[in-house]
């Protein structure tokens, strides 16, 4: 599947830097930090996104997924997918979630980059499948997303250990456009920045997108 990969500096700059770091650390501390198990023999981190299995190494970042049902992997090919992880794990730590979900505004500085999350996010997710429910479910339930009760159509998505998204429809009609909310674990706020969760919530429509494909 063919993911949005930058060949320009606006985000391989970024990664790069990213990379610079990471290859300086200790990967015992990584894996303490962030949750990750590591191999000391193998040199390899097992990362878990969105049910699939990634091995990932150290310290070149060479990243493999391990072959299962769900099919598609963005974190081969997709640089924002990349850039994500490599920056958690240089840079950030896994906490847990008390249970409770919260709103891209309830993040630290979720103001302030509100709109882009709107439109890279909100709006694309619910013109995506605000009419099309039922394609939106034959992909969730592939992902092995957990169905739940708010609005017209809902699920939690485990996207990574510990880290839940949940994403919320409501269906358009003849009178009113669809609508969209995305909530995030509660714990996303103190192990991403607010720039971070817009690159999840567009990992997972694209993620969505090329299932929706393959599963027609």
Request: glycine share 6%.
């Amino acid at each position: 599947m063919n993911f949005d990969y930058a060949k320009d500096s606006k985000e391989q700059r970024p990664y790069e830097h990213y990379l610079a770091a990471y290859k300086e650390l200790d990967p015992i501390e990584i894996s303490e930090r962030t949750g990750f198990p590591y191999d000391e023999e193998t040199q390899m981190f097992t990362v878990h996104l969105m049910g699939s299995t990634y091995l990932v190494s150290f310290p070149d970042y060479e990243i493999h997924h391990v072959e299962d049902r769900v099919g598609i992997y963005p974190l081969d090919e997709a640089m924002n997918a990349k850039i994500l992880i490599i920056r958690f794990m240089a840079e950030r730590h896994m906490t847990l979630s008390t249970g409770k979900f919260i709103t891209y505004h309830e993040v630290p500085w979720g103001e302030v980059y509100f709109r882009q999350f709107q439109g890279r996010c909100l709006m694309r997710f619910a013109f995506s499948y605000g009419n099309k429910l039922e394609q939106f479910q034959k992909v969730m339930e592939h992902l092995g997303a957990e169905k739940s009760t708010e609005g017209d159509c809902s699920y939690t998505l485990k996207f990574m250990d510990n880290l839940f998204v949940k994403f919320i429809l409501w269906e358009g009609d003849d009178e009113f456009p669809p609508s969209s909310q995305i909530l995030f674990s509660d714990n996303f706020a103190a192990c991403f920045a607010a720039e971070d969760l817009a690159v999840v919530g567009d990992i997972s429509i694209n993620m969505m997108k090329a299932l929706e494909k393959t599963l027609n």
